[in-house]
């Protein structure tokens, strides 16, 4: 007798879940689907102003590049190269994140593109390399005496930092290009994953990146407390 009770209450069951599973599939929205059961974790609900961060960061690196040879002088240019380092290593902290929770969820398509992963890391190494580049030259020319007696010992005279500084002109030249070239780019990346928000996301978004990129602007390169404020961005 139990045993047949049972087993009307197993069948019962079993269709059940089968028409929740047909519901599912038919109305995702409607009948808690993996992505609407995920909207309110953390992870989804700090999206749009992680994402607005990350673009305000790279945004303000970007401007900070082009006008990195704006002075002839060493230190002034070591200084902004490193602010815009700053910003590109949070850019990419801020993308692997991004890319991560993206992975974490069922969804038609990353939210993230790789391509620009790998672009932004490209970006931070080749800053980071000019800023190497000028900080030889700072001290070289300014007369740093450890290094002019390893010169000295080489035979190279003090000073001669020419190699280094036409190095840094062409590889500074060779980002301008691939700043230029990468705006398209950008633009549709950024334009297909606000797509891929919700109007209150979106709302949530721009509001961020406008007080983001208020912030990151009011952080200068001559500062020295600039580089501690990145962190809160």
């Given at each position: 007798?139990?045993?047949?009770?049972n087993?009307q209450?197993?069948?019962e069951y079993?269709?059940?879940k089968?028409k929740r599973?047909f519901?599912?599939?038919?109305?995702?929205?409607e009948?808690?689907s993996?992505?609407?059961?995920?909207q309110d974790s953390?992870?989804l609900?700090?999206l749009?102003p992680?994402?607005?961060?990350?673009d305000?960061?790279?945004?303000?690196?970007?401007?900070?590049?082009?006008t990195?040879?704006?002075?002839?002088?060493?230190?002034?240019?070591?200084m902004?190269?490193?602010?815009?380092?700053?910003f590109?290593?949070f850019?990419v902290?801020?993308?692997?994140q991004?890319y991560?929770?993206?992975?974490?969820f069922t969804l038609?398509?990353?939210?993230?593109?790789?391509?620009?992963?790998?672009?932004?890391?490209?970006?931070?190494?080749?800053v980071?390399?000019?800023?190497?580049l000028t900080?030889?030259?700072?001290?070289v020319?300014?007369?740093?005496?450890?290094?002019a007696?390893?010169?000295?010992l080489l035979?190279?005279?003090s000073g001669n930092?020419?190699?280094?500084?036409?190095?840094?002109?062409?590889?500074?030249?060779?980002l301008?290009l691939?700043?230029?070239?990468?705006v398209g780019p950008?633009?549709i990346?950024?334009?297909?994953?606000?797509n891929?928000l919700?109007?209150?996301?979106?709302?949530?978004y721009?509001?961020?990146?406008?007080?983001?990129?208020e912030?990151c602007k009011s952080l200068?390169?001559?500062?020295?407390e600039?580089?501690?404020y990145?962190?809160?961005?």
């Amino acid at each position: 007798m139990n045993s047949g009770n049972n087993k009307q209450h197993s069948d019962e069951y079993m269709v059940d879940k089968a028409k929740r599973s047909f519901l599912r599939m038919v109305s995702p929205d409607e009948f808690g689907s993996a992505a609407t059961k995920h909207q309110d974790s953390p992870a989804l609900v700090n999206l749009p102003p992680e994402l607005a961060r990350r673009d305000a960061a790279y945004l303000r690196a970007v401007e900070l590049i082009q006008t990195a040879f704006s002075s002839p002088d060493e230190h002034k240019r070591r200084m902004v190269y490193l602010l815009a380092e700053s910003f590109l290593e949070f850019a990419v902290n801020r993308t692997e994140q991004l890319y991560q929770i993206s992975g974490s969820f069922t969804l038609k398509e990353p939210l993230e593109d790789l391509n620009f992963l790998k672009y932004l890391r490209l970006l931070r190494q080749m800053v980071g390399t000019l800023g190497d580049l000028t900080e030889f030259q700072q001290f070289v020319n300014g007369g740093d005496v450890q290094i002019a007696e390893i010169l000295a010992l080489l035979g190279i005279p003090s000073g001669n930092t020419s190699s280094f500084a036409s190095s840094e002109v062409a590889i500074y030249n060779f980002l301008k290009l691939l700043l230029a070239k990468s705006v398209g780019p950008f633009e549709i990346n950024r334009s297909r994953t606000r797509n891929m928000l919700s109007k209150s996301s979106l709302e949530r978004y721009d509001r961020c990146f406008a007080m983001a990129q208020e912030f990151c602007k009011s952080l200068k390169p001559f500062d020295p407390e600039s580089f501690k404020y990145i962190k809160k961005l």
